[in-house]
């Protein structure tokens, strides 16, 4: 990783040093570089004693070490009646230990400058900490300690079920929370733990149980469901020799198999709609489940979707933003999960150009899935992400986070090595085979909040599919 953060170093350090250096004729246009080549090192991998995997990547240009325990269980694996009990658990862990209370792990971790972040999403849950080298062992020993020994105090996860009922009900007032909800609700439905709330709802969190946070981290917060990656100043052996100490009492067992539906497919264009009366303007949402994140399409599409609507530059944002002023912002995005993820096309647009906006989403999707996207735009959206590629590993902590997708998602561990030549090879025609693949928009879903009382009339009239009123939940009310 070093050799491949200095190469990228260096090759910047060359273009401007060329710049500055050479007499600039403006009205030639500089040659294309050609790709960069990207030299990873190996990854080093150890295994500690109770059998968790370490992945280590020597960054020695800086005291600073970042590590990112991944495990393999999200919300993915929340119980039907228990949505939010991955992001509860995350939440919980660094509540208490056996020998330390919430208050004493912040303030030991703040002596030292130490950061403990602990996340759970769709596909994974992570824990992770940077420190300085020269206080590692003693960031190491709480790290362990909030991972091996939580206790989960009932005090504390009462006061964090207090915050969470408060906060669904914000979202409840959101329209733009609520849009997106609801949309994820509708295109997954209530079977798919793609379509429920991560964060929970007002029932599972009300009924959650204490005793749920600890048989959830009992069955999955195990050695041999997560893999420990460590990037910054630190050589494998050393670390090794702490680890196996610290983590000696945290065991191994069987993981409960989780199965998960099939994502639902999507046979005509429906569309749903939510009143939030006087609301300052309406959410669009447009969309449907689309693609895993192991499918051979996922360089294509990702740069078909940033030249429709995954950069400032892009087809939508330019249309309904800069062209027509019917929003401050128009973007469209494919969620790369385990599964296939949503593909969304979204904006928060003016209310009395709601019909309008939908009428320019739908141009945009439908052109590019029949004529894909320009030969200069497939050049400049393949620079926009090259040009972007190196920030990913300006820091170890990034590092780590950009290696929790090989180990989640199981990826080749030459992934970034050929990320730039990947992209690079993606042809229009490629492009243009997906898009026609993923923006059938007959197919999609439309759900629209906003001031009913003046919007539906004119969402009526362009006759997009079968109307569907919802309330704030996604629920499909009764006419």
Request: neutral net charge.
């Amino acid at each position: 990783m070093k050799m491949f953060t200095a190469t990228l170093t260096l090759f910047m350090l060359g273009v401007c040093m060329t710049a500055f250096t050479q007499e600039l004729d403006r009205t030639i246009r500089p040659k294309a570089q050609g790709v960069p080549r990207v030299d990873l090192p190996d990854i080093q991998k150890a295994a500690l004693k109770n059998g968790l995997t370490v992945w280590l990547v020597e960054a020695r240009e800086l005291p600073l070490v970042a590590m990112n325990l991944v495990f393999q269980t999200g919300s993915d694996h929340d119980p039907a009646n228990r949505a939010g009990l991955a992001s509860m658990t995350a939440d919980m862990l660094d509540e208490g230990t056996k020998t330390r209370n919430a208050l004493q792990i912040a303030e030991e971790l703040d002596f030292i400058g130490a950061n403990l972040g602990i996340n759970a999403f769709t596909d994974g849950s992570s824990m992770t900490l940077n420190c300085m080298t020269k206080h590692l062992d003693k960031a190491l020993a709480i790290y362990a300690d909030v991972l091996v020994n939580p206790t989960f105090p009932e005090k504390e996860f009462e006061r964090l079920r207090q915050q969470r009922l408060t906060a669904l009900l914000q979202q409840k007032d959101r329209a733009a929370t609520i849009a997106t909800l609801s949309f994820n609700k509708i295109i997954y439905g209530n079977d798919h733990p793609y379509g429920r709330n991560a964060a929970g709802d007002e029932t599972s969190i009300a009924e959650m149980k204490r005793e749920d946070l600890v048989k959830f981290y009992e069955s999955y917060y195990r050695p041999n469901n997560a893999t420990l990656i460590i990037v910054g100043d630190v050589k494998l052996k050393e670390i090794v020799k702490k680890l196996d100490p610290l983590f000696v009492s945290w065991k191994a067992a069987a993981i409960p198999a989780a199965t998960m539906p099939a994502a639902p497919a999507i046979d005509k264009r429906m569309v749903y709609l939510i009143d939030k009366p006087a609301a300052p303007q309406s959410e669009i949402r447009i969309g449907f489940p689309a693609i895993a994140r192991n499918s051979p399409d996922f360089f294509a599409v990702n740069l078909m979707n940033r030249a429709l609507g995954g950069q400032f530059a892009s087809r939508l944002n330019l249309n309904l933003r800069e062209k027509r002023g019917f929003t401050y912002g128009a973007r469209s995005s494919f969620s790369f999960n385990k599964q296939a993820g949503p593909f969304t096309a979204s904006a928060g647009v003016t209310t009395s150009k709601t019909d309008s906006s939908l009428h320019e989403f739908f141009y945009e999707i439908d052109r590019t899935q029949k004529d894909g996207i320009t030969a200069e735009e497939l050049d400049f959206v393949k620079k926009g992400l090259s040009g972007n590629f190196a920030l990913t590993f300006e820091t170890p902590a990034q590092i780590a986070g950009a290696l929790q997708n090989i180990v989640l998602y199981n990826l080749p561990e030459n992934y970034y090595e050929m990320y730039l030549q990947n992209i690079e090879k993606v042809t229009l025609d490629d492009v243009k085979r997906v898009s026609g693949k993923y923006l059938n928009s007959s197919r999609m879903a439309v759900v629209v909040v906003g001031d009913l009382g003046i919007v539906k009339d004119g969402i009526d009239t362009m006759r997009l599919g079968e109307v569907v009123m919802c309330d704030v939940n996604g629920n499909k009310l009764s006419q």
